[in-house]
């Protein structure tokens, strides 16, 4: 190579350093966190006790836990098994030359009871029947029958699918996608399983970002090495083992605005914390996860959602369950949440601007005064003394309306000062 090609060759480039941005522990943590470690060791004590008690009539009040319908976590065998008893039935009804029939338990607002000492909504034992013989009812009876064959294959593989796989095995049967959905849960509460025993789960929703490691399926996930958007919350919680974690609480948002906010400040490294959103309304696989971390971790979970009807709606969903899956509460709900805020109260506390507050609608008053009313709502008077205010001001606010006061305001004044204040209910 001549001289003058060797001199037009560029040099190597180095590579750059790649550097990762680590945040300490906050100078003020030990302060910040002193009345969150008393709540963990309350929140163990409080757990060890719920695991080692043995439920007894009295905790069903004026019901009787025959008068309830609560599904058991089954192994996919013992699904299977159940699905083929259900099948030798309709195979048994055909044969005597009768219209196959199924019995459903129904899930009417009518037949759900709120039981304050488990605090959670529960399904009454009434239930119905879905005849192929009713001209109505057949084209419900066909789309439950076909979708148990599926649900048999797909347990028979040992796989999971997604609800809209399932939907385009059969579009022309379901037509809908909320055809083939509903009956999920209808098949569940008939089988006497959990829907995540069913291997049908909705796509990735909830997102976990902060001080927390878990094997799944097989591989270790670290969730301090997530990047700023953390890691999807996987919809089959069944394959996540080996959780370890030394933060001292979960902190729950609604927002994944928020979420995004705390992730990138890196907050769950100056408070160590597990930073967990569903982004809104709960799926099935991040109430799960949620549950699993508190009761395998024997850690509090704090709660960030907006200063609405619609907020505290949806950490009910989270607290006592939701009224569609009422069935399936006892997996699904993680008692004790802290409701952190924000608050109606903190509106005036911490001085949020009137261009923040937002007036309620028509529909957000409605809403209120529906949920004031709701059981799992009288059940703690905290938080009934919060929604009159609210109803009575006929404000909200949004947890974003705190960025007013600057946009890293929410995890380097507000969350330390509400976790040192111990404010919360």
């Known amino acids: 190579m001549s001289s003058a090609a060797a001199s037009a060759t560029p040099p190597a480039r180095k590579k750059a350093k790649t ?13 910040v966190l002193k009345k969150v470690r008393e709540l963990r060791k309350q929140t163990a004590k409080n757990i060890e006790a719920e695991l080692s008690k043995t439920a007894s009539a009295a905790d069903y009040g004026s019901l009787k836990k025959e008068d309830l319908l609560e599904v058991d976590n089954l192994a996919s065998p013992d699904v299977m098994a159940r699905i083929e008893d259900i099948a ?6 055909v044969l005597e030359k009768n219209h196959y029939t199924f019995t459903v338990p129904s899930r009417a607002s009518t037949n759900q009871h709120y039981i304050k000492s488990l605090d959670r909504i529960a399904l009454g034992s009434a239930s119905g029947t879905r005849t192929f013989a ?31 796989d399932l939907f385009y095995t059969d579009v022309k049967l379901f037509v809908k996608q909320a055809d083939s959905d509903g009956v999920l849960d209808d098949i569940s509460t008939m089988i006497g399983c959990t829907r995540s025993n069913l291997n049908v789960v909705a796509s990735d929703k909830g997102l976990v970002v902060g001080r927390v490691q878990f094997t799944e399926d097989g591989d270790v996930i670290d969730c301090t090495r997530m990047g700023v958007g953390g890691k ?60 699993r971390l508190k009761y395998e971790l024997k850690i509090p979970v704090m709660g960030l959602f907006d200063s609405d009807p619609y907020g505290l709606k949806i950490l009910s969903v989270y607290m006592s369950g939701s009224k569609n899956m009422s069935y399936d509460s006892a997996h699904l709900t993680t008692p004790d949440i802290k409701w952190l805020g924000i608050r109606p109260t903190d509106l005036n506390r911490y001085n949020l601007p009137e261009q923040c507050r937002l007036d309620m609608t028509d529909s957000d008053i409605k809403t209120g005064e529906i949920m004031i009313d709701e059981d799992f709502i009288k059940a703690n008077p905290e ?33 330390p000062r509400k976790l040192r204040e111990g404010d919360w209910i």
């Open 19 to 31: 550097t990762k941005k680590v945040v300490a522990l906050a100078a003020d943590a030990d302060i």
């Open 88 to 93: 030798l039935r309709i195979a048994k009804q």
């Open 134 to 164: 009713s001209v109505s009812e057949v084209r419900k009876t066909t789309i439950t029958a076909r979708c148990m064959e599926l649900i048999y294959n797909v347990l028979g593989k040992g796989i999971h699918i997604t609800k809209r």
């Open 232 to 291: 999807a919350i996987p919809p089959y919680t069944d394959k996540i083992t080996d959780i370890q974690s030394d933060a001292e609480f979960i902190l729950l948002v609604e927002k994944d605005a928020v979420y995004m906010r705390l992730a990138e400040d890196r907050f769950y490294h100056r408070y160590p914390c597990i930073i967990i959103t569903a982004k809104g309304q709960p799926d099935v696989a991040t109430r799960m996860f949620l549950r």
């Open 383 to 415: 938080w009934v003394k919060e929604m009159k205010i609210m109803l009575r001001t006929k404000q909200k606010a949004e947890i974003q309306a705190l960025s007013s006061f600057g946009f890293q305001y929410i995890s380097e004044e507000y969350l």
